[in-house]
């Protein structure tokens, strides 16, 4: 049996009226669950965890950087060979690896810190 989205979202806001808090449907070994949201405030990050999370956040400030910048963009696009809508993933792709030491850095020295 096909359930269509609307009686989803019936089903799913009478359940928060229900019992008071978010729920979320999973789909576990093919059988759909319904579950209260994930309690995530107390998670305790591993420092390796917390190490990829700054260096993510990083990544992200130099695409944005880059992209911002249209001399830059070009100039990344012509390198990185994608189109503009996929540049910013490419780039932080490129910034995680510049990090690694898999690739050098194409800006080191040019424009300063990008």
């Known amino acids: 049996m096909?359930?269509?989205?609307?009686?989803?979202?019936?089903?799913?806001?009478?359940?928060?009226?229900?019992?008071?808090?978010?729920?979320?449907?999973?789909?576990?070994?093919?059988?759909?669950?319904?579950?209260?949201?994930?309690?995530?405030?107390?998670r305790k990050l591993s420092p390796k965890q917390i190490e990829i999370n700054e260096i993510m956040d990083d990544a992200s400030h130099y695409a944005k950087n880059v992209i911002a910048n249209e001399k830059l963009k070009a100039e990344a696009q012509?390198?990185?060979?994608?189109?503009?809508n996929r540049l910013y993933h490419a780039l932080v792709k490129e910034y995680f690896q510049v990090e690694r030491g898999e690739k050098p850095d194409p800006y080191k020295g040019r424009y300063g810190s990008v």
């Open 78 to 84: 012509v390198r990185l060979d994608v189109p503009s």
């Open 2 to 42: 096909k359930v269509n989205e609307d009686f989803m979202g019936q089903l799913i806001r009478t359940i928060n009226w229900k019992f008071g808090q978010d729920v979320v449907v999973k789909k576990y070994r093919g059988k759909s669950i319904i579950t209260s949201y994930p309690d995530m405030s107390r």
